[in-house]
């Protein structure tokens, strides 16, 4: 394995650090991992190193960077704040370049899920995609599990009659909340269903992982299917929830927990499906379809949080 | 900016800034913090290479072993290691920047770490030591409590089942061995007298010590030892124009 760092984009602005395997197979698709939230490429204890080198072992190129603005990439010189999908497509085309890849999968972490979605989303070179803690959607049995675990657990009932005290007395909220910090929106339902349904149609790999920090929002392990039905039968798919996890796979057992999913799902849905077939688009993902089919499940009305992380 | 790999089996990581306009004599060698405190002044290092790049200043920063972007994986680092990584890192700048002086610019651990190096025979005839602990006991006991309180506060909204311990040997997810601990206690911002010139960079919330040299009030509190403060990004521009400033007045 071999680490290189490389400068690419408008005035070369951007930078990142590619792992090359021993062997580089350009008809492989490379992984982008972009950086989360405000921690710079190397991710929140070095996850990011340590995926890459990982993905490396497997024979990926891929390619951590930083966005605009974050860590060592510079800002674009308009003053502007930058864009997540042209900062990755500048990645790709340096790839291209180069003669690593010509398909990719981008690998992303919470605001880096968020980046590696806006970019399927539009760019038909994205083969694959792995969303770790990405967008988040109530169902009606997360609604309840969640207020089972309120009730069955004086503490939480002494903090929010705690809070309710607070607030009734006009305390400003002071308390700490890790969930408090907000580094993207995520699209309404219907935006994430249609989106969902346009991978699927372009024969996407997909792999999903929640894990148990946002309790209030995903905390149970079909919850996605619950609320995207025809994903459960799409068999390029990989669900994944880890409820003793933490957002920022805080010790290492969660970090190798994480790497061991991802290589299997690599290993099971690139490596294994390249050996039999080209993967190929079968649509463009330019298609503006905003319209879902009719038989998407109506969206329940639970009043929900949006996702804050 | 360039990035680039240096040190033996190029092992280590850094990213050069080269100066605006005519170099000074003098050049300066980054520091970092270490751990959750390397992340959050990550995006501001940065920044303030640029400021003292366009006031003329060469600087290099780097990520010592076994932390961001250096080769090792190994994270069970060692003091013994990490005054390597800078004696490395002081000559590689020295070399390429031909400046004639090095300025160690410590940020917290990177402070003492700093000072250590140049009492271990590192070459620097100026230091600036930014929000120096006055000992690593007190440093590494104030990530200790933060660690305490930041699984505290987050357990209170998991279920019990779910709530997350730390770990011995670990501080807020980074490994932390009892032989680094017991080696980094006893570091202090002593400068030697080899350092001619010596700046405390204090900020706004930052405790009073006396020490030699000259003391350079920053105009942002820094929010070191304040839990709420883990998750997010420090970058006060005006901090940086300060330290910037200061060096530009007071180093050739």
């Not at chain 1, 400068?7 to 792992?19: N, T, Y």
């Not at chain 1, 510079?74 to 340096?94: I, N, T, Y």
């Not at chain 2, 290479?49 to 920063?61: I, S």
Request: proline share 7%; net charge negative; hydrophobic share 40%.
């Amino acid at each position: 394995m071999k680490e290189r760092a490389i400068q690419f984009g408008p005035e070369r602005r951007l930078i990142g650090i590619l792992s090359l395997p021993e062997t580089v197979d350009p008809s492989l698709p490379a992984i982008i991992v972009p950086n989360t939230g405000v921690e710079h490429r190397v991710g929140p204890n070095r996850l990011h190193i340590r995926l890459c080198r990982a993905f490396a072992r497997l024979g990926f190129v891929s390619l951590r960077m930083d966005m605009s603005g974050m860590g060592d990439s510079g800002l674009p010189p308009d003053g502007g704040r930058g864009d997540p999908v042209s900062d990755m497509q500048a990645a790709m085309e340096q790839l291209q370049r180069m003669k690593l890849a010509s398909k990719f999968i981008p690998v992303g972490l919470c605001s880096g899920g968020n980046d590696a979605h806006l970019l399927a989303r539009v760019d038909d070179r994205v083969v694959a995609a792995a969303f770790i803690d990405h967008y988040q959607y109530r169902t009606p049995r997360a609604f309840f599990i969640q207020l089972a675990q309120k009730l069955s657990d004086p503490r939480r009932i002494g903090n929010f009659l705690r809070r309710k005290w607070a607030e009734l007395s006009g305390k400003p909220r002071t308390e700490y909340d890790p969930n408090l910090v907000n580094f993207f929106e995520q699209p309404s339902r219907g935006q994430f269903l249609g989106d969902l349904e346009r991978f699927m149609r372009r024969r996407m790999a997909l792999f999903f992982l929640y894990t148990g920090e946002n309790q209030n929002v995903y905390n149970y392990a079909d919850q996605l299917y619950d609320v995207c039905p025809r994903l459960r039968d799409y068999p390029l798919q990989s669900l994944h929830y880890v409820p003793r996890c933490d957002h920022t796979f805080t010790h290492e057992e969660m970090r190798a927990q994480l790497i061991a999913v991802l290589e299997r799902w690599l290993t099971t849905h690139i490596l294994k499906r390249e050996d039999e077939d080209e993967i190929d688009v079968v649509e463009s993902a330019n298609d503006p379809g905003g319209d879902l089919p009719q038989d998407f499940p109506a969206f329940s009305p639970l009043p929900g949080k949006m996702l804050s992380r | 900016m360039e990035p680039l790999y240096f040190g033996p089996g190029g092992r280590l990581f850094g990213l050069r800034s080269e100066p605006i306009g005519p170099a000074r004599k003098t050049a300066i060698l980054i520091c970092h913090s270490w751990g959750v405190e390397y992340m959050r002044s990550y995006r501001a290092l940065f920044l303030l290479a640029q400021q003292l790049g366009a006031r003329g200043f060469e600087t290099l920063r780097f990520d010592y072993s076994g932390t961001g972007d250096a080769a090792e994986m190994n994270e069970d680092a060692t003091l013994e290691r990490w005054v390597e990584d800078i004696r490395c890192a002081a000559d590689e700048l020295r070399a390429l920047s031909g400046a004639d002086h090095i300025c160690l610019l410590g940020l917290r651990l990177g402070a003492l770490l700093a000072m250590r190096a140049a009492s271990s025979g590192v070459q620097a005839e100026a230091a600036a030591l930014w929000d120096a602990p006055e000992s690593g006991r007190r440093w590494i006991g104030e990530l200790q409590e933060l660690d305490r309180l930041h699984y505290a506060h987050k357990n209170r909204y998991l279920p019990p089942k779910l709530a997350l311990q730390p770990l011995p040997g670990e501080i807020l997810g980074r490994r932390w061995p009892e032989e680094l601990d017991a080696s980094v206690s006893p570091l202090t911002p002593l400068a030697p007298h080899s350092v001619a010139q010596l700046f405390h960079l204090r900020s706004a919330d930052a405790i009073e010590m006396s020490l030699d040299g000259e003391a350079i009030k920053l105009p942002d509190p820094a929010h070191w030892n304040d839990v709420t403060w883990i998750t997010r990004p420090w970058i006060p521009a005006s901090t940086q124009r300060v330290i910037a400033d200061a060096l530009a007045e007071r180093l050739q």
